[in-house]
């Protein structure tokens, strides 16, 4: 396999556990937010129980982070530098911040509802600066 393969590959699995990193942790500060805030985040359906919401919302979210990488990359392509870490912070913010309200936006199917966009805004906070926290574990990781 040449180098130029290779990378493409390292690439692809980068991406799943990035996935699966991200997936983890989303599921876990959603289900805590509705532990200590149920009135705010609320969790299930007539059809849904609350973790299977938790699942489908987070599963959704996590897509739209995981898409995100790549598009970042090509951002900084066309910018010709790469991101800092605050880049990536506030790139994040933004990118959970619209998820967040999608998802949200989606109750009926995804069985996750939010009271207002301060929760939204608040939830972006909070999930950036976990994510921010596993990610650079796993770039610590990788090297």
């Known amino acids: 396999m040449d180098k130029a393969n290779y990378k493409n590959s390292e690439t692809g699995i980068v991406l799943v556990i990035s996935y699966v990193l991200m997936f983890v942790t989303n599921f876990a500060v959603i289900y805590l937010g509705n532990m200590f805030f149920p009135k705010n985040i609320v969790l299930g359906t007539m059809s849904l129980t609350p973790i299977w919401s938790i699942a489908l ?65 608040i939830l972006a906070l909070i999930l950036d600066f976990v994510q921010g926290v596993v990610m650079m574990q796993l770039e610590k990781f990788k090297k």
């Open 57 to 121: 919302s987070m599963g959704v979210l996590t897509l739209i982070d995981t898409f995100a990488i790549p598009v970042v990359r090509v951002i900084e392509n066309s910018r010709k530098r790469m991101f800092s870490n605050v880049d990536w912070m506030v790139a994040y913010f933004l990118i959970n911040f619209v998820g967040v309200w999608l998802v949200a936006r989606g109750a009926e199917q995804l069985g996750m509802g939010i009271t207002s966009w301060v929760v939204a805004l």
